[in-house]
């Protein structure tokens, strides 16, 4: 789980007063003018399906709002999704004073007057949001929308990082960007216990696409505006966008944010001092970590047993959030060194990490921290002075002068594994001698193995039972992802996974699951499964696919180059097995091709056996890297479209009606 870093607010008022609603919304809808109307094409994109005329984005940390207008013109049929409104909302958050519309050519103007609601939306792999969704009323090609709304952020507290979002997947045609930071002194660790703490607001343009920087206005305001600003168009598999994004992020700092160098330093020292508080040197910790290695000579081994207690700890990073009152109700107290994680029983992610570190020193291992970055939205830059890149935490141990990184500050997570979303990534390194950048190894290849037993009947449906297995990154993101849902959830998760992959029209139900509080182990869940029209009947003769499952990343590798490498959250393994029942009376007249394909990084095999009235499809699919470069893309395209190919084979089928009429020409 994410954490965030909180920055307090010193008030020298009582209070401060929410900004009204017509400071918030400006002077309401801004006139459409003929030029407007005229827009037929994007510039320099004909054919594309819809063109933003207007961006307003304005964050006021002194009067705890994001005010956002939107105007957008639909060009094309494929534009009218953008009459699909998904306004995210972060926890603390609350929508306030939402306003849409839909405008007509002929003048007529249509407003939306229902409610949004509340979903989940998923924007990769084990990251969600929550976001307040609704649809524009009567959207036509030439039609124009415009919504617009403030967010109400929370109370004595700023972010510590703002953004601009100087880019989308519209080409805009202007943008008006404010930000106004807290006009009192924001405490900042770094001016903790200095004689006059002071705070500043600095900021950084990453990937600056145009000349124009942010200009400081009346009442500290900063603005920036912008005109013909070109979209952004992304691919499928490519890195994170904001890797290459233009964006400008405000922060709050002190002294540190002269550099980038000095940055650091000061974070190094203030980790350093606080972790070393922290994890301590106590004796109970020692005899502990003595007991549980006694009578182990090997490193490893004595490691495990370290990280299995360390593990024990009951970890409240992975429980819902709790209020200050509900805390005190169940007596849950903030722990401030090891031993109190040890006597309490119960911790933080970051406490569970350092303990371990403390079990670790106390056996004689050199351990320490590292303050890890995710790569699953942004990549590391040491030039963007934010410490929220490296808000996750992992321990690095030397066992017999080989470097582990480990983490049992995640629940679940196996000893030697990383989440995906930490692996291959920047790491701030802290020990005695001071402080470096490292990278944390790359991940291991996950294994989902599906074996599929299935009956196919006379009319083409096919019916059966699947079991699903998960091991490695496969595994422990779905046990965590559970962690927030209840059973019925979890069932629904599996189901709607499972469905994904089967043929159009297929439905699952799950009959069992086990393995959901384990480490080591897979997790493995079984379904019976029903298609109709799984196969085609021609006369007497059936057409089955040979493949039971839908291919890896399908229409991925469609177009002819690429602009972005291809980054993957893992390497991966699939290794799958689908046995087909004939019908009655049928035999396999033609078998499958089997195809075999292999790369440096990379294999496939399919194959097809027959017993009895039985055909047996044994497939195995991997990819040993994550990232290949644009460079790479032909061969990564020729290799699946052999996949495409095999994955796609079908098997014909004769009834023995066919086969004797054959015997007899």
Not at 356 to 372: C, N, P, T
Not at 380 to 407: H, I, M, P, R, Y
Request: proline share 6%.
């Amino acid at each position: 789980m994410r954490r965030r870093l909180l920055v307090f607010l010193c008030f020298y008022l009582p209070s401060v007063c929410l900004a009204v609603p017509d400071q918030k919304q400006a002077q309401g809808w801004l006139p459409v003018t003929q030029q407007d109307w005229a827009i037929k094409e994007v510039p320099y994109n004909p054919g594309a399906p819809a063109i933003q005329l207007y961006l307003r984005y304005y964050k006021d940390d002194n009067d705890n709002f994001i005010s956002v207008y939107k105007r957008i013109k639909v060009l094309r049929d494929a534009g009218k999704k953008y009459a699909d409104i998904a306004i995210e909302i972060e926890p603390g958050q609350s929508l306030k004073q939402l306003m849409a519309r839909t405008l007509h050519p002929d003048g007529s103007i249509v407003d939306f007057q229902g409610k949004p609601f509340e979903k989940t939306i998923i924007k990769g792999r084990g990251i969600k949001y929550l976001a307040k969704t609704f649809t524009m009323p009567d959207v036509t090609v030439g039609s124009i929308v415009e919504y617009m709304y403030t967010v109400e952020l929370p109370r004595r507290l700023v972010d510590p990082i703002s953004e601009w979002p100087v880019q989308s997947e519209l080409f805009t045609v202007k943008e008006n960007l404010r930000f106004r930071p807290y006009q009192g002194l924001v405490i900042v660790p770094t001016e903790w216990g200095t004689e006059a703490p002071r705070s500043r607001v600095a900021y950084s343009y990453l990937h600056q696409s145009d000349p124009r920087v942010p200009q400081k206005k009346a009442g500290n305001l900063m603005e920036l505006e912008l005109e013909n600003v070109p979209a952004f168009d992304g691919e499928a598999l490519m890195p994170p966008e904001a890797d290459y994004k233009p964006v400008i992020v405000f922060y709050y700092g002190g002294r540190e944010t002269a550099s980038p160098e000095l940055f650091w330093q000061e974070w190094r020292r203030l980790f350093a001092e606080y972790l070393d508080k922290f994890v301590g040197d106590y004796g109970e910790i020692r005899s502990l970590a003595a007991d549980l290695t006694r009578n182990e000579s090997d490193s490893e081994k004595k490691l495990r047993k370290l990280y299995v207690r360390a593990q024990q700890i009951r970890n409240l990073s992975f429980e819902r959030a709790r209020t200050a009152e509900e805390l005190k109700k169940e007596g849950l107290k903030h722990n401030t060194n090891v031993r109190e994680v040890l006597e309490h029983g119960y911790g933080t992610s970051n406490d569970i990490d350092r303990l371990f570190v403390a079990l670790a020193r106390g056996a004689g291992f050199d351990a320490s921290i590292l303050h890890v970055s995710e790569r699953s939205q942004r990549s590391f830059s040491e030039l963007l002075l934010w410490l929220g890149q490296v808000d996750d935490e992992a321990v690095l141990v030397n066992a017999g002068g080989k470097d582990t990184v480990l983490d049992p500050g995640t629940k679940y997570c196996p000893y030697g594994l990383l989440r995906w979303k930490n692996t291959s990534a920047t790491a701030f390194r802290l020990s005695k001698s001071g402080a470096a950048f490292v990278k944390t190894p790359a991940p291991p290849s996950p294994t989902v193995r599906r074996t599929a037993r299935m009956s196919l009947a006379p009319d083409g449906s096919a019916k059966g039972e699947i079991t699903m297995e998960w091991a490695g990154e496969e595994s422990l993101e779905r046990r965590i992802e559970a962690l927030d849902t209840d059973e019925a959830g979890r069932r629904k998760s599996l189901e709607d996974e499972l469905v994904a992959w089967l043929p159009h029209g297929g439905t699952a139900k799950l009959q069992s699951s086990e393995g959901w509080q384990e480490t080591e182990k897979p997790l493995i869940a079984r379904f019976t499964v029903e298609v109709p029209g799984f196969a085609a009947v021609t006369g007497k003769r059936i057409l089955s696919p040979a493949y039971f499952f839908s291919p890896f990343q399908q229409g991925a590798f469609t177009p002819l180059s690429r602009r972005y490498p291809i980054v993957l959250p893992y390497p991966f393994v699939e290794q799958d097995e689908f046995t087909l029942t004939l019908p009655e009376g049928y035999s396999v007249e033609v078998a499958p091709y089997r195809r075999k394909a292999g790369l440096s990084y990379a294999g496939y095999e399919i194959a097809s056996s027959q017993q009895g009235n039985e055909l047996t499809v044994k497939r195995v699919l991997h990819l040993d890297r994550m990232r290949f470069e644009t460079g790479e893309y032909q061969q990564l395209k020729d290799f699946f479209a052999i996949v495409q190919a095999g994955d796609g084979e079908h098997a014909v089928l004769q009834s023995a009606a066919a086969a004797a009429a054959q015997k007899e020409q």
